[in-house]
């Protein structure tokens, strides 16, 4: 099962890359705001239905742009499937992208192939058996202190995402850590992890096609993977943290309260830091609160700095972390 995953990688590799070599008279649709697809989108997934169904009619599909329209509705193994992870790289040149397939039986990945094609680069591994790089075994890091690692993480870029929740939560993670990076493929991240290139990972807003893979791949080159809140059955939850044990441990306790799954209070504490923004953002920028006007004197249409506490900074804009 595994060759034949690999083997519907390649194929849609050489789709991808086949379009890198003049991406700019690719077309392109819109699913959403900065929600793109391609038609080497399609094609690619066409390609890995057409080779995963000869070898295996009667197993399920599920792929980021057909669903489950494919494959038997019923079976106990399904193939997890995306493509192009990466398409708004893809689309601009920006050569950090992939091809990501998991083979789930009864619900648990059992298979996985990550396939980067502008490098050649196959990430594979099967449950039980260890997770490979070219044929060469792969460890996760072995960093234990959080200030000494390189995450990886994902931009929310979609209508609706929380993105004040997520600024105040990569600044407490960029506090914590050597540095971050942003490559924008989640499937390609957890490979990295994997292979010990990064030490962590986390993201919001992931889909069960963006992780499936790379879940797999994480676990058997040693490393952990669940949700903000540390539950290792996160794949329908949006949020995804990844790393070596003690890395993904320290992870967990700096964005657990950023989980949807958090305590009444975790989520409390959140909400108030985001109200108390603005103010603190007035103090880091060294402003000082002008004094206070005497109690008898009138209120005048002269502008006046907001102080922290004020009704009035509530309101203000929030500004950018």
């Not at 797999?216 to 329908?236: Q, S, Y």
């Not at 995804?240 to 306790?253: D, E, K, L």
């Not at 402003?287 to 506490?309: M, N, S, V």
Request: contains cysteine.
């Amino acid at each position: 099962m595994l060759n034949v995953a690999i083997k519907a990688a390649r194929a849609a590799g050489a789709i991808i890359n086949r379009a890198a070599l003049d991406v700019e008279s690719v077309r392109i649709s819109v699913k959403q705001t900065n929600d793109f697809v391609t038609e080497i989108d399609q094609a690619a997934e066409a390609a890995i239905i057409e080779t995963l169904l000869t070898a295996y009619p009667g197993h399920g599909i599920l792929a980021e742009e057909s669903g489950s329209e494919h494959g038997a509705k019923d079976s106990d193994f399904v193939w997890i499937i995306d493509p192009l992870d990466g398409t708004t790289n893809f689309i601009h040149g920006f050569p950090v992208y992939c091809v990501s397939i998991a083979l789930a039986v009864k619900g648990k990945v059992e298979q996985a192939v990550v396939y980067d094609p502008t490098r050649n680069d196959i990430f594979c591994a099967t449950k039980g058996r260890g997770a490979y790089m070219n044929d060469r075994r792969i460890r996760v890091a072995k960093r234990t202190r959080l200030q000494e690692c390189l995450i990886s993480t994902g931009f929310p870029y979609r209508p609706g995402d929380k993105l004040k929740s997520y600024l105040n939560m990569l600044g407490e993670v960029m506090s914590q850590c050597a540095g971050v990076r942003r490559p924008g493929a989640a499937a390609l991240d957890l490979a990295y992890v994997a292979a010990g290139f990064s030490d962590g990972f986390f993201e919001t807003g992931l889909k069960p096609w963006d992780v499936a893979a790379g879940s797999l791949l994480v676990t058997e080159a040693g490393g952990l993977i669940g949700n903000f809140t540390g539950e290792a059955d996160f794949m329908d939850h949006s949020e995804c943290v990844a790393g070596n044990p003690r890395i993904y441990g320290q992870m967990v306790a700096t964005l657990g309260k950023y989980s949807k799954f958090a305590g009444v209070g975790d989520k409390a504490a959140v909400r108030q830091a985001l109200k108390d923004e603005p103010a603190q953002a007035e103090s880091e920028d060294g402003a000082e609160p002008a004094p206070a006007p005497a109690a008898a004197e009138k209120p005048t249409l002269k502008a006046k700095r907001i102080k922290a506490g004020d009704s009035a900074a509530t309101k203000a804009p929030d500004a950018p972390f």
